[in-house]
């Protein structure tokens, strides 16, 4: 591993390698550890990134695409830092902001409020600077008063709102997004938008992982297109988009390279 | 010292973790606190009657009822610390796949939410003991000692526990089935020196004192409570000891396992 220091923003993704096991159930039985192997029946282990190398720099906008399966998610959950490679190495630096599932972690019996705490905790807030903020984000989720009724009985829409408005409130450096913005309404999605571009534009980097190729091109410059874990294509989206879609023999005339 | 930034980074999430889980128990109950002192009050009555009048009087302890109820209660905090530790990483199994923190802070908040538990039985019970008696020793002002003592002791077994229950779901279920002969291999509902045999076979006491690690955690505090004595230098050097080991050696087993928390839970 080098040395170097990175600047807040920067993403070093060296050499990765991860497996998975893929199981019907996650856990291993003593069993297995006692006869010192795991069962052969199952299904071989998944490649999920297969030797990934790359270097994001801040400020950029980095649109991850590939087929369903291609190590996207795997990508984001190992630049976040909360799987670990098996090889290489991962580094980023300053305050990572993640927004992986929508409503993750959020206790369903408890309303929006009392959520904001929960989730502005998770990524190391403390009291006095989740109340200096909680005011902005109830506003920016635009939920009204229903941000202190139980989360359960909230449309996945209303989820969306109270999710990304955490989010966007949490002055990330570096930006991970899964397939998050393609919920909720037009206005609020083009509101999110709006919002990742003003972060973006005060150097904030932000990685972004979609099927929506139109939101990709609307807010990345660059295009990582994986398959089968590894890295097919690096570079602008003007050329990554065709790329992919001849990948996913979707291309349309217009979009066809020539 | 990386990782003790994370922890004091985090300090507000682990506050938030125990007052969401004690709120949530509260929820929609009337009684609150009271219901936990239910359990421990019906097996209570349930041992007196039955070495009280059915077999009349094995165990020789003045207000036998009280002796039961401390030692239960004591140990109910350490069951439930280990059997609600043991499941807590996969019950917020989105927590851990989603985000990054300590993940230290899930079984750490199961166990502090049990500490509140019986510390609030402790708060009622000192009333009934003082009633009881006539007076308090001062001897219990000893009692928040033994206490963290008890707390960090449970607190490194939930964390083996949850982080082996983790990546192999046996351990649950045999923690479960290994409490319940330890409950009556402890010396609760008698005194080690009045379990059968014990006056003719000398090793028999010594053996339960000791070996079980669980007796002289239960024992110093029904000692500062009940008996309203001082435990004695070895007893207390066995509980800080004891302490110090386990917790040592779970948060260390805890971090190195830690690492594939998100992949296996």
Same mark, same amino acid.
Not at chain 2, 112 to 126: A, D, K, P
Not at chain 2, 130 to 138: D, N, Q, W
Not at chain 2, 199 to 206: C, F, G, L, S, V
């Given at each position: ?15 990765? %390698? ?83 599932? %929508? ?156 | ?265």
């Amino acid at each position: 591993m080098s040395s170097e220091t990175l600047r807040p923003g920067e993403i070093v993704l060296e050499r990765a %390698v991860r497996t998975f096991t893929v199981r019907a159930d996650r856990g291993r039985t003593l069993k297995e550890l006692m006869i010192g192997r795991r069962d052969p029946d199952g299904p071989p282990p998944v490649k999920a990134l297969n030797d990934v190398s790359l270097r994001i720099e801040p400020g950029e906008t980095v649109g991850i695409i590939g087929r369903n399966g291609a190590g996207k998610s795997s990508t984001l959950r190992v630049l976040a830092g909360i799987i670990p490679l098996q090889s290489g190495s991962v580094r980023c630096e300053g305050r990572i902001v993640s927004l992986l599932e %929508v409503g993750a972690g959020f206790g369903r019996d408890f309303s929006g409020r009392e959520n904001i705490f929960l989730s502005c905790a998770l990524h190391g807030l403390g009291r006095t600077e989740i109340e200096d903020r909680i005011d902005a984000i109830i506003e920016f989720s635009e939920l009204g008063h229903f941000i202190d009724v139980p989360v359960r009985t909230y449309s996945s829409g209303m989820f969306v709102r109270l999710g990304f408005a955490i989010t966007a409130h949490l002055d990330a450096d570096i930006l991970l997004l899964d397939e998050v913005l393609a919920v909720g309404d037009e206005a609020f999605q083009l509101k999110c938008e709006r919002h990742v571009m003003a972060k973006v534009h005060d150097g904030a980097t932000l990685v972004l992982v979609s099927h929506d190729a139109d939101l990709v091109e609307r807010t990345c410059e660059r295009i990582v297109v994986l398959d089968g874990g590894a890295v097919v294509f690096d570079g602008p989206a003007a050329t990554g988009l065709p790329f992919y879609h001849e990948l996913m023999g979707t291309a349309t005339p217009a979009e066809a390279i020539p | 010292m990386s990782t003790l930034r994370e922890f004091a980074r985090h300090r507000y999430l682990f506050d938030q973790m125990v007052r969401r889980e004690l709120r949530q128990k509260y929820k929609g109950s009337a009684l609150g606190v009271v219901w936990y002192l239910v359990n421990p009050l019906v097996l209570m009555f349930a041992y007196s009657v039955m070495f009280t009048y059915v077999l009349h009087r094995p165990f020789q302890v003045h207000d036998y009822a009280l002796f039961v109820l401390l030692g239960i209660v004591t140990w109910t905090f350490f069951q439930n610390a280990v059997t609600t530790a043991a499941t807590s990483l996969l019950d917020q199994g989105a927590l851990v796949r989603k985000a990054v923190f300590p993940r230290e802070t899930i079984p750490a908040a199961t166990v502090t939410v049990q500490l509140v538990i019986f510390v609030s039985i402790l708060v009622l019970i000192g009333p009934i003991v003082f009633v009881v008696h006539g007076s308090l020793s001062v001897w219990i002002l000893l009692l928040p000692f033994y206490v963290a003592l008890i707390y960090a002791f449970a607190l490194g077994v939930a964390l083996v526990v949850a982080v082996l229950h983790a990546y192999f779901r046996d351990v649950a279920p045999i923690v479960g089935a290994v409490l319940l002969p330890w409950f009556f291999i402890t010396p609760i509902f008698y005194r080690a020196q009045q379990f059968p045999g014990a006056t003719h076979h000398h090793w028999i006491e010594p053996l339960l004192r000791w070996a079980n690690p669980v007796a002289p955690y239960v024992d110093s505090i029904r000692e500062v409570v009940f008996y309203g004595q001082w435990p004695g230098a070895a007893e207390t050097a066995y509980v800080i000891g004891g302490a110090v080991l386990v917790l040592g050696v779970g948060g260390l087993l805890f971090r190195r396992m830690a690492g594939e928390l998100a992949v296996v839970v």
